[in-house]
């Protein structure tokens, strides 16, 4: 089965710094999403990505987030300036029908 | 504000039985509804997709059903396994991408 790879697989950062997280997607896919899961919550949608464009976002996907497609096949995920709060596991999705997600980044901001 | 609840929020049967999972949703103009399976600290794996015109679908063990007038969906398991144990997540697929439910956690007892 197709998969979607993700990097790192845990990362510890200090508040206030920049983290990029990497996300290798199914290649026909043409939707990207990322989401996040707070321990112990619900997995929340951040946003969606189609055709090098933000198609949707939540309303915790504010200024520090940010998402591309450096290379045309990597999709990224930038926060800008880490809180404590941004600590979770990030996942990346991408679908043609369903959706197939990725194993998780875990960010521990410290 | 879209919602997706999961009934019940843990489970514990011995091997063998047969199980129904229950997730409920408040707006009926969904695109999709997805079952996924996570096990702890990993990813999520794809279960069974429903389409919005579709009212159930079968993969091995695994049976979904989704009724949008009710907005309702049953992950149904027969014979279940120790192997099964993990938490089953219930997501709406819409233009937002996906809404998930907090899951269940499912313990089968050997």
């Known amino acids: 089965e197709p998969e979607v790879t993700q990097t790192p697989s845990h990362q510890v950062t200090q508040m206030g710094q920049e983290v990029i997280l990497r996300c290798v997607p199914i290649s026909n896919h043409l939707y990207f999403y990322w989401y996040r899961q707070i321990l112990g919550q619900k997995v929340e949608f951040l946003v969606s990505f189609y055709n090098n464009e933000i198609s949707e976002k939540s309303e915790i996907f504010d200024d520090q987030f940010s998402v591309e497609r450096p290379d045309g096949s990597n999709f990224t995920l930038k926060i800008r300036s880490t809180k404590l709060e941004d600590s979770a596991m990030y996942f990346c999705?991408?679908?043609?029908?369903?959706?197939?997600f990725g194993q998780g980044t875990r960010l521990t901001v410290v | 504000k879209q919602e997706v609840t999961q009934i019940p929020a843990a489970l514990s049967v011995p091997e063998g039985e047969n199980l129904v999972l229950n997730c409920s949703f408040t707006?009926?103009?969904?695109?999709?509804l997805q079952w996924f399976r996570q096990d702890p600290g990993k990813g999520l794996t794809s279960l069974l997709l429903?389409?919005?015109?579709?009212r159930e679908q079968t993969s091995g063990r695994l049976n979904a059903s989704l009724d949008k007038s009710s907005g309702r969906s049953t992950l149904y398991i027969a014979a279940s396994q120790p192997g099964d144990s993990a938490t089953y997540l219930c997501?709406?697929?819409?233009?937002?991408?996906?809404?998930f439910g907090k899951g269940t956690h499912l313990i089968i007892q050997p």
């Open positions: 997501a709406r697929g819409g233009a937002d991408g996906l809404t």
């Open positions: 999705a991408t679908r043609a029908s369903r959706a197939f």
């Open positions: 429903i389409q919005s015109s579709q």
């Open positions: 707006d009926s103009a969904i695109y999709n």
